[in-house]
């Protein structure tokens, strides 16, 4: 069982910068594949963006692509979502999610992930 856990929520304006972080309570994210998701109220969850277990693979969704950037901090335990030049359509409650696959990639889809963080805020508004 794996426990994720975000940080970094923050009510920003357009165009300014956020970085959140994802962290595992008692262990390490390094083997497992990670996505970050989110959900606007009144709508289903979406894809954000993902990284492979190892790194070498990212996806983001076209509404991020050149905005969001993911990321593994060097000590292995947590992975970052720095999205810059945000916008007020991305707010949301964003998710991390955590795939125990073998498989080293950067996977898109909600089911594909096993286990789920609580969510952190992120609001947009000037």
């Known amino acids: 069982q794996v426990q994720l856990r975000e940080s970094g929520s923050g009510l920003v304006q357009p165009g300014d910068s956020l970085r959140l972080s994802c962290a595992a309570s008692?262990?390490?994210?390094?083997?497992?594949?990670m996505g970050w998701f989110r959900q606007a109220p009144g709508k289903e969850r979406e894809f954000v963006a993902a990284?492979?277990?190892?790194?070498?693979?990212?996806d983001y969704a076209d509404a991020v692509m050149g905005r969001f950037t993911v990321s593994r901090g060097d000590s292995k335990n947590t992975v970052y979502l720095q999205m810059n030049s945000l916008k007020p359509e991305d707010t949301a409650v964003y998710y991390c999610a955590a795939n125990s696959g073998s498989r080293d990639h950067s996977f898109t889809k909600s089911y594909e992930y096993d286990y789920w963080g609580q969510g952190t805020q992120v609001t947009v508004s000037s």
């Open positions: 990284i492979s277990w190892s790194g070498t693979f990212t």
């Open positions: 008692e262990q390490t994210l390094s083997a497992y594949n």
